[in-house]
């Protein structure tokens, strides 16, 4: 049973360019969120989707955008990369029902330069 | 709002040493706790959780109480290894948002 699965592992942008992250959930989930992780702090959450609907925000600029595909599937868009935007990405995953127990990919490291 | 507070790491033990490491959160209405662990170049892990005050946590060794009166839920174990060498982060939530500490890095030594 694969668990939640993210791509790519690692990835180099420059400040002004965009980047778009993906994420499938573990099988049987429905509900995808991602967080921030930056070097050395706690994950923040930056939005939560179910049912193909951004459910829930946290507090990050509308740069940060994301989508949920039919197939649970989600994907997360930053736009005008600045380097404060350098940090793991980690998607995490649940079923609707289950308001606790998330299970977490193994993150996407981005570096802006 | 919200909040999780950590305290501070490293923390290093020698094996077989008893471990505490405190956590105190700040939340309105009745979230859920819980502990996740991330051992190097993994993903996090959920360790442990408590769904109401007085609710005790427990899994591979490692406990936690959920304390309302003293807003706490510090993890315990009483003979840490080796293997438990990793990040800590305690954290909260009842809507599958999670509020997640600082993290506490922890190191075992033989």
């Known amino acids: 049973d694969a668990g939640v699965t993210q791509s790519p592992t690692h990835l180099i942008k420059t400040r002004g360019q965009q980047v778009t992250l993906r994420c499938s959930p573990k099988s049987g989930h429905d509900t995808v969120s991602w967080y921030q992780q930056a070097l050395g702090q706690g994950p923040q959450f930056i939005f939560q989707y179910y049912e193909e609907e951004e459910r829930q925000r946290g507090n990050f600029p509308d740069r940060f955008s994301g989508h949920q595909f039919p197939n649970y599937s989600s994907e997360l868009n930053v736009n005008a990369l600045l380097l404060g935007d350098s940090a793991l990405y980690l998607c995490a995953s649940r079923t609707s029902g289950n308001t606790g127990e998330l299970f977490f990919g193994e993150g996407s490291r981005l570096t802006v330069l | 709002g919200n909040s999780v507070t950590q305290m501070e790491g490293p923390v290093t033990l020698s094996e077989e040493a008893f471990l505490t490491i405190n956590c105190t959160y700040t939340?309105?209405?009745?979230?859920?706790l819980f502990w996740y662990v991330q051992y190097p170049g993994e993903g996090l892990q959920l360790l442990l959780k408590a769904t109401k005050a007085d609710d005790k946590g427990s899994n591979k060794g490692f406990e936690a109480t959920y304390r309302k009166e003293t807003t706490s839920f510090h993890l315990e174990k009483g003979s840490v290894q080796v293997s438990d060498s990793a990040v800590y982060f305690c954290?909260?939530?009842?809507?599958?948002?999670?509020?997640f500490g600082q993290g506490t890095t922890l190191q075992v030594k033989p």
């Open positions: 954290a909260l939530g009842n809507t599958g948002k999670l509020i």
């Open positions: 939340a309105t209405g009745y979230p859920s």
